[in-house]
């Protein structure tokens, strides 16, 4: 699991809406992170951007979508 200087580097050159939408966030929650407006993230917000920025993030989709 990344730390939270390392998720908010990785969020530097990312679309905040699209991080948000993938990783089930709200905006302003990514947005906090990634600013450093937010200084000390719950563990689950810290978590799921690091599990998305290293590829980890397992995404449900509906039946029938592939």
């Given at each position: 699991m990344l730390?939270?200087?390392e998720v908010r580097k990785g969020l530097e050159d990312r679309n905040l809406?699209?991080?948000a939408r993938r990783t089930e966030l709200?905006?302003?929650q990514?947005?906090?992170v990634a600013t450093g407006k937010?200084?000390?993230a719950p563990y689950?917000?810290?978590k799921a951007l690091s599990d998305y920025l290293?590829?980890?993030l397992v995404l449900i989709?509906?039946?029938g979508w592939e």
């Open positions: 730390t939270l200087d809406t699209e991080v709200t905006y302003n990514v947005y906090g937010t200084k000390h689950e917000v810290v290293e590829g980890k989709l509906p039946e």
